[in-house]
């Protein structure tokens, strides 16, 4: 392939697990070589593909209350792949939580696994609000478009609306 162009708008509707930016997304985080929320940190890669599964960072239905629900929840910047034991040790808690809870992610430091998935730990770990949220996914928006221009040697091109 000799060229490649996307937009920076390009995150903005990806909720779909049949869509081939959500899987390309997936794909990419995967093949950094990340590793699992869990105890032990396994490598995902290494990991048989039926035990693997899409993680709503914020749970669905931890945000359903919020009014929270639908493409904004099930985004990309969302979702992160980790798994099943973990995701199900996560249930349906607040990451602020969660990651600071040993029973779901161990004894070792989170903060360099939350870098390999893109995820800002310092945002991660302030307590919910709607606020948080939207910045959390804004940020995590930022750094998939920037793995993305990484892997493709490209960056996106600029919505005329960013561009004013």
Do not use: C, W
């Not at 606020?131 to 930022?142: G, I, L, P, S, T």
């Amino acid at each position: 392939m000799r060229d490649f162009n996307y937009r920076v708008s390009a995150l903005e509707d990806v909720s779909r697990v049949d869509n081939a930016v959500y899987r390309g997304v997936m794909s990419l985080l995967l093949s950094k070589k990340i590793h699992d929320f869990g105890p032990g940190r396994r490598e995902l890669m290494a990991v048989p593909s039926d035990e693997l599964e899409d993680h709503h960072i914020y749970p669905k239905r931890f945000l359903f209350p919020y009014g929270i629900k639908g493409e904004k929840v099930n985004n990309i910047a969302n979702r992160t792949p980790i798994t099943r034991a973990t995701n199900s040790a996560i249930g349906n808690t607040a990451p602020h939580v969660y990651l600071s809870d040993r029973k779901v992610v161990g004894l070792e430091p989170i903060e360099s696994t939350l870098a390999e998935h893109l995820i800002d730990s310092t945002l991660i770990h302030k307590p919910f609000s709607a606020e948080v949220f939207d910045q959390f996914v804004a940020d995590r928006k930022k750094k998939i478009l920037t793995a993305i221009g990484a892997a493709v040697h490209s960056e996106p091109i600029a919505e005329l609306t960013d561009a004013l």
